[in-house]
Structure formats: C-alpha cells, structure tokens
C-alpha cells in the first residue's frame, strides 16, 4: 500500500493530473470519498476542531488519529490514507517518532504526515529509511500556530528562503509529498515545478499538483467565517455526493482554488 500510494501520486504528477485530497475521520465519508473519485483521504487533526471541539489542533493524541485511521480504512479498504502526527508525537526524537509512526501505520495509515521543515529533516530521514513514507508540511503550520504567531501566510518577502529551505529539506529527507499551507501562490509554483515529491496545496494556489480541504470546510459546515482559501461545494449542489464529486473535478480541471483563493 505505501508504495503504491507514492507511485499513484508521481504518476498523476508525471501525468499532468491533479491530485484531489479532502480530510476524512469515518467509515461512511472514507466511503463517499473513494466514490466520489478522490485520490487520498486525510485523517488530520483537524479532527480537534471540528470533532472534538478544540480552539486548535494542539490537543490531539496519537491514539485518536490511530482510531480515526482505523474508521476510515474500515470504510475505504483500498484508498491511500495519509494520517497525521499529533503535536508532540515526533519532535522528542526521530526513534520516539518512529514508535508512534508504526501505531499509525498499524492502525491502517499508507503515509504518516509531519509538521516542519529543516528542523525536522533528520527526523523524516530516519522514518523514511525504515520503511515510513512521510507526508512532510511546510508553510503555514497549525501545531506551530503559537510559534508562528497566528494563522498567517507564511513565505512572503524574505521569509521565502526558509521556506524554501525547509522543502528543499524534506525533499533530501526523502518525503514522498509534500502539504504546502498559505504560502504566495507564485512560491508554491516554483516548489511545485523544481520539486520531485507531489505538492498538495491548501491556501498556496492552483499550481500546486493537488489540493486538499477540512471536509468540513468544503461542505459549508465550519463556524466562524470563511477561510479565504475555502469554497463552500454545498452551495450549489443538491447534495453530499454531488459537493464531493464537484470539488473532485473542480481540482482536477483547474477551476480551484480559483484566484480568489489564493494569497
């Protein structure tokens, strides 16, 4: 399954095709997803804030994505699984993440996904030389909001070097893709073009070669005010299905994120 899932993403690369990515925490939309034609499911931690009601991602535990990993897989048996790495689940040692990235992939993830960049580097090169295939996510970073000082966009003016930096660090780590979070969309071109590993863009542009949204997000069913980077596929369908099957094509054909969508 992991090497299928790396080969599935560089071929829609090499293809031309964009690659279609939404969060997933259940059986039922694992499901819908897979039907709908996506292309990877996303078990996030996102699940804090719009399972769990958290203000952040910051209180997420191993054992939730674990089990929430498990509930998607159950649903979808054959779909790539990209599942997260809780705060604090890596950053203690690379043999610490390694423990708890095997609990994951146990549970039924394809690729485990971490936060960071150059700091991170040696930590993603341990997990990939024993068989780990890693996610890397650079930019923007929700369990480094506090660091980061707020959900901002992150690699304008010279600020860009060290994002730059930190994916050109995962890349030699070995990540097998790569999220890129509100960076400037003319930044996530220029990764997107030079970099090997498939970028998945959230809030980073149309160049990206994938997309991926919060399920909640895209169904219009988030509090609070719209993200600038999110579209509500609700508004215009008659139902669940037809919103996943229209974000599936509108990332496939280009059409979002659109402009607007992007900083």
Request: overall charge negative; proline content about 4%.
């Amino acid at each position: 399954m992991q090497h299928n899932a790396f080969s599935k993403f560089l071929k829609l690369k090499s293809a031309g095709e964009k690659i279609a990515v939404l969060t997933a925490y259940d059986a039922t939309f694992a499901h819908l997803l897979t039907e709908a034609g996506a292309d990877a499911l996303l078990v996030g931690d996102s699940l804090g804030m719009v399972l769990q009601g958290a203000p952040d991602t910051l209180a997420v535990r191993l054992s939730d994505v674990a089990y929430h990993v498990r509930c998607v897989r159950s649903g979808a048996p054959d779909a790539v699984i990209i599942g997260d790495m809780p705060f604090g689940t890596f950053q203690i040692s690379p043999e610490r993440a390694f423990a708890n990235a095997v609990k994951l992939m146990a549970a039924g993830a394809s690729i485990i996904k971490i936060e960071g960049g150059l700091t991170m580097a040696p930590t993603v090169r341990f997990l990939t030389e024993r068989g780990i295939p890693v996610c890397a996510h650079v930019g923007l970073l929700p369990q480094w909001v506090r660091a980061q000082g707020g959900y901002k966009v992150q690699g304008r003016g010279d600020t860009a070097t060290a994002v730059r930096e930190d994916a050109l660090s995962m890349e030699q780590a070995g990540a097998v893709t790569m999220v890129l979070e509100m960076i400037p969309a003319v930044l996530a071109a220029e990764l997107s073009t030079h970099l090997q590993p498939p970028t998945i863009g959230i809030g980073s542009g149309r160049d990206c070669d994938g997309q991926v949204l919060v399920l909640h997000d895209m169904l219009g069913l988030s509090a609070g005010a719209r993200k600038r980077f999110v579209k509500n596929f609700m508004a215009d369908a008659e139902s669940v299905q037809d919103a996943l099957i229209a974000y599936v094509q509108a990332v496939k054909n280009g059409d979002f994120p659109a402009a607007e969508n992007a900083f």
